[in-house]
T-cell receptor, first 116, second 115 residues
């Protein structure tokens, strides 16, 4: 079964604080992909990152960083020096094979609020 | 470059009425997806097209939902008749490459309210 768990339903921090969004996944596939998407109030999901299962290197993009650990089946996302514009719902997703077809399975999302 | 376009953005209908949603993907994107997003949940795939062929419709409730992608460009998702439980956001996405593991670009969605 393919499953993504984002245990944090809501997080609220003050601007400039660092914040980490947790993502734990389950899959039996040896090859899979992990994603993070941002959903601002406007509604469309914005792609942030894709990682394949063979690349465990952590990645940094500006204030964003991702920590992929296969040993714990986790793909956590950290925002450094958070800003009000980071307020959104963030989704972690896993692309795996379900019933013979490659599907993107999303977690339930974490609503992040950055307060000024 | 224009993103994924969806219309209408909002729709309110009475139960048992039909409703249709339209999506125009990013130019050149051969793969098109329709997702259902319930409140407080992540999107769930309804159907995936590769060009005009529906390659994965296993999650589409075929008794009341139908979709088409004539000419392999824009697509329409229809519900007939709508039920109260269909109230949700319907998202369309597209990707340049085939397969479900590529970066998908999402539209703003259509928020459906069934009264």
């Amino acid at each position: 079964a393919q499953k993504v768990t984002q245990a944090q339903t809501e997080i609220s921090v003050v601007e400039k604080e660092d914040v980490t969004l947790d993502c734990v996944y389950e899959t039996r596939d040896t090859t899979y992909y992990l994603f993070w998407y941002k959903q601002p109030p406007s509604g469309e999901l914005v792609f942030l990152i894709r990682r394949n299962s063979f690349d465990e290197q952590n990645e940094i993009s500006g204030r964003y960083s991702w920590n992929f650990q296969k040993s714990t089946s986790s793909f956590n996302f950290t925002i450094t020096a958070s800003q009000v514009v980071d307020s959104a719902v963030y989704f972690c997703a896993l692309s795996g094979r379900i019933q013979g077809a490659q599907k993107l399975v999303f977690g339930q999302g974490t609503r992040l609020t950055i307060n000024p | 470059e224009a993103g994924v376009v969806q219309s209408p953005r909002y729709k309110i209908i009475e139960k048992k009425q039909p409703v249709a949603f339209w999506c125009n993907p990013i130019s050149g994107h051969n793969t098109l997806y329709w997702y259902l997003q319930n409140l407080g949940q992540g999107p769930e795939l309804l159907i995936r097209y590769e060009n005009e062929e529906a390659v994965d419709d296993s999650q589409l409730p075929k008794d009341r939902f139908s979709a088409e992608r004539l000419k392999g460009v824009d697509s329409t998702l229809k519900i007939q008749p709508a039920e109260l439980g269909d109230s949700a956001v319907y998202l369309c996405a597209s990707s340049q490459l085939a397969g479900g593991y590529n970066e998908q670009f999402f539209g703003p969605g259509t928020r459906l309210t069934v009264l």
